[in-house]
C-alpha cells in the first residue's frame, strides 16, 4: 500500500516540523504576544506553503529521476552529507546561547497568515529537508500517485505540527517547558542524524 510505503518519510519530515525554526518560531511568537487565532492562522499558512513546495520539489524530482537514474544515487549522497550538515546546526544549537522566545504582538489574522507564508516559501530550511527527504526516500516521488499523497500528507503534517504549537504557546507554561528541553532535544537529534547519515554514506562507499 502507498501509505505505508510513505510513512518513514512522513515521520522524517515531521520530525524537522517538529525541530524549531524560522516558521515554528514565528509561529510560537505570534501564539505569545497574539493569541490563538492568529497563530492558527499561521499554522494554515504553514500547511499551504509546504503543500506548494511538495508538488514542485517532487514532481520536479520525478521528472529527474527519468531523465536521468543515476541521479538516485547522486541524491542519496546528498542526503547523507545534508544529514550531517543537520546535525552540525542542530547540536550547536544544543551547546549554544540560551534560546529567548520574543513575541509578536497585536498581529491580525490577514497579517499573520500572510508573514507565516512568507517565510515558509522563502525559507532555506524547507529547501534542504526537502532535498533529504527525497534522496533519502526516493518512492515519494516514485509516480503520480505516490506525489499526490505524500503532498496532502506533508501538507497536513505542517499544519498539523504548526497549530499543536499555536495551542500549546498560547500559555506562557508551555514557553518556560520549551526552553528547558530546547538543548537537549536539539542534541538528541543533531546526534541521531549524524549516525543515520554516516550510515547512508558508508553504504554507498561499501556498496
Not at 540560551?98 to 491580525?108: F, K, S, V
Amino acid at each position: 500500500m502507498p501509505l505505508f510505503d510513505l510513512m518513514p518519510a512522513l515521520l522524517f519530515l515531521m520530525l524537522n516540523v517538529f525541530i524549531p525554526g524560522p516558521n515554528v518560531l514565528n509561529t510560537i511568537a505570534t501564539a505569545m504576544g497574539s493569541g490563538l487565532r492568529a497563530a492558527m492562522a499561521c499554522a494554515c499558512a504553514c500547511g499551504a506553503g509546504l503543500l506548494l513546495w511538495a508538488l514542485a520539489v517532487l514532481f520536479g524530482a520525478a521528472a529527474l529521476f527519468a531523465a536521468l537514474p543515476v541521479a538516485q544515487a547522486a541524491l542519496t549522497a546528498l542526503g547523507g552529507l545534508l544529514l550531517q550538515y543537520f546535525a552540525f546546526r542542530y547540536l550547536r544549537k544544543s551547546v549554544g546561547p540560551e534560546a529567548r522566545l520574543t513575541a509578536i504582538h497585536n498581529q491580525p489574522v490577514a497579517r499573520a497568515f500572510a508573514q507565516a507564508f512568507m517565510v515558509m516559501m522563502t525559507n532555506p530550511k524547507v529547501l534542504t529537508t526537502w532535498l533529504a527527504v527525497i534522496s533519502l526516500f526516493p518512492v515519494i516521488a516514485s509516480d503520480v500517485l505516490h506525489i499526490t499523497l505524500f503532498t496532502l500528507m506533508a501538507g497536513g503534517a505542517s499544519f498539523t505540527g504548526h497549530a499543536l504549537f499555536a495551542m500549546l504557546f498560547a500559555s506562557r507554561t508551555a514557553g518556560r517547558i520549551y526552553l528547558r528541553l530546547y538543548r537537549p532535544i536539539n542534541a538528541l537529534v543533531g546526534i541521531g542524524f549524524s549516525l543515520y547519515g554516516l550510515k547512508l554514506l558508508a553504504g554507498l562507499l561499501l556498496g
